[in-house]
């Protein structure tokens, strides 16, 4: 590009050309995901809602997940917190419904997915659909394996009990539980 000096005369013609900064959201999913959106308001109202969600307005939250998902659906990441919203709301199922969405619209969030239900099943007391996910591999921290183990321990199952305290060791072995 040729540079020019501006004087206080007379100066040559000079043409700009500008190029707009794309929105971090346009540089996240394209700008074919933006066809006729504005990403500056789409923005604003993942603000609005994230906001919501912090101070615990759970119904406006879930509206404004909601809202941005109807608009922009490549944005699988949003069922996650729907799910988290939902699950605050002690909708369960249906957070269970909006994570399954979420992995199963992009397959790398199964392994923050299959986590997160096996502790809405824990929640739910549904402690024998969170031990089938978490024995699939599913993962789980420290604390879900150990719940289980308490779980199979109160049962009166002590081998089984001992497995699960193990999962929860080698996941933390200086973990003092």
Known sequence: LPIFSIRQVR????EIFLTRLKHPLEIAFGSEAFEGLDPAAIG??????????????WDTALSGY???LAKLPVYTDLE???????????????A??????????NPQLRSQVDPAIARLRMQMGDFEG????????????????YNLGEVEFAKGDVDAAAGWYEKAAAVDPS???
């Open 11 to 14: 100066n040559p013609a000079v």
């Open 96 to 105: 269970i419904a909006a994570f399954e969405a979420g992995a199963t619209a």
């Open 80 to 94: 996650l917190k729907r799910g988290n919203t939902l699950q605050e709301m002690e909708r369960y199922e249906d």
């Open 66 to 68: 909601d809202a941005v």
């Open 130 to 145: 969170a031990e089938a996910l978490l024995s699939s591999g599913a993962g789980g921290s420290r604390e879900d394996l």
């Open 175 to 177: 973990w003092a539980k």
């Open 44 to 57: 604003d109202e993942l603000a609005v809602a994230d906001a919501a969600y912090d101070n615990k307005q």
